[in-house]
């Protein structure tokens, strides 16, 4: 049993009212007549993110689904535009996003933790931990063989170690 109503509708607004200061937006509030699930629409902009093995898109979309459970429940996310990453499957394959704010959801969590905890994913790729599907297991294969290299030395007393 989740919220009352009333007071789910206020908590899912305030947290709009977060997530458009945080993004710049203007996402209108929910109606106290609204229908469950609430569905938010997240368009980012100027974020890049690899959609193949060779080119990066700076345009990506995703959905937030809110039960009426919520917040005692995790929303889900469904990503809509084309992706190459491990642990976001293509739009074809679901679009599931496996972030690790979903797996610790709490009580205390709140919309704007989840969209960070995107914005985070898509700028460091977990591909130890991939979905099963193909195209995450080509993505998380090329993101451990393409990692970036370092290469460092040592100087001391003006000589190189």
């Not at 009333?6 to 106290?32: F, G």
């Not at 993505?139 to 290469?151: E, G, I, S, T, V």
Request: neutral net charge.
């Amino acid at each position: 049993m989740g919220l009352v109503r009333p007071v789910l509708i206020r908590r899912i607004n305030n947290e709009i009212a977060d997530l458009n200061d945080y993004l710049r937006m203007s996402v209108p509030k929910v109606p106290d007549r609204a229908q469950f699930p609430i569905e938010l629409r997240v368009d980012l902009c100027n974020t890049p993110a690899r959609i193949s093995e060779d080119k990066i898109g700076t345009e990506h979309s995703f959905i937030i689904s809110i039960s009426e459970d919520y917040p005692y429940e995790r929303p889900r996310a469904k990503w809509l535009t084309p992706i190459f990453h491990p642990n976001i499957m293509i739009p074809e394959d679901g679009g599931f996003v496996c972030v690790k704010t979903l797996d610790n959801w709490s009580f205390g969590s709140s919309l704007l933790s989840f969209v960070k905890g995107v914005e985070q994913l898509l700028a460091d790729p977990n591909p130890l931990n991939p979905y099963g599907t193909d195209s995450c297991m080509r993505a998380a294969n090329w993101y451990q063989q393409n990692r970036p290299k370092f290469n460092a030395s040592v100087s001391y007393g003006g000589r190189n170690a």
